[in-house]
Each structure stands twice: as structure tokens, then as C-alpha cells.
């Protein structure tokens, strides 16, 4: 006989989707008007998988498992590795070459900003490098005296 210490044990942790075969008994033990606690030892099944079970019968009037909501991603592992590669390569490309090349190689049709957010995702954030005056040799010699004068300044 198990003690209820090693019941628990044994549910304890995620599982795997429940089958349609599991599923179906828990229908029918509600019809027979079984409480959740009794289908729930009968069948060696949470409570909380029992009355899950039983209120999307409820709602949906099906079992099934549905789709999952929200659009598929467009970028499968395949073409996320050729991105990163690509952008390995050569780090300077724009986005635009960048999405004809996956065009070209992969058959992906992907807009730029798709690839952007794609970069983005992976961990790679193009920034424009900030415009630096030139400094000439004139300057140079002007800036100098006015330095050296102020080397020595406080906040």
C-alpha cells in the first residue's frame, strides 16, 4: 500500500499533455456525477488537471487540445542561425542587404524591419558612431594655450 507522502511525490512535477483517452474518462466520471477528488484518485490525476478538464468541457464543449493563440513566428531556427551568421560575417551591412541576402539563400521574403527585430532579439543593436569634429593643425595649435590655462579648473 503507498502511503500518501509517495502519491504526492509521484504527481509532483510537469507532465505531458494528457491524451484524448485520459481525457474522455474524466468527462464521463463528471456525467456520472463523480466529485473532481474521486475522478481525480480513480484515475491517478491532479485535481487541478481534473477541473481544468472539465471546465474547458464546459466552455468549449470539446476536449481537444486547441491551437495555440498569437500569429507563428516567420523566422524558423534554420533561418535565425543564417542571420546570425550573416551578421557575424560582415557587421556592417544594412538591413536591407541583409534581408535580400536571406532572400536570396534562404527564400525567406522578409521586410528590414523584421530583420531589425529579429537582430534585436539575438542581441545585436546597430548604433551610428557620434560625428566628431576634425580637429586640424590650426585648431589644434588654438585649443592648446586655452587647455593649459584651465588645466587646473574645480567644480
Known sequence: M???STNIGERMGRSQELS???RGPVIGGHLGNK???????LLN???STVSGIITKWKQLGTTATQPPSGRPRHMTGRGQRMLKRTVRR???LSAESIAKDLQTWCGLQMSPTTVCRELHGMGFHGRAAASK???TK?????R???CKARRHWTL
Open 35 to 41: 466529485s473532481i477528488r474521486d475522478i481525480s484518485w
Open 133 to 135: 569634429p576634425s580637429i
Open 90 to 92: 560582415s557587421h556592417q
Open 138 to 142: 590650426c585648431n589644434a595649435k588654438r
Open 2 to 4: 503507498q502511503t500518501a
Open 45 to 47: 490525476i491532479p485535481r
Open 20 to 22: 484524448d483517452s485520459k
Open 144 to 146: 592648446m594655450p586655452w
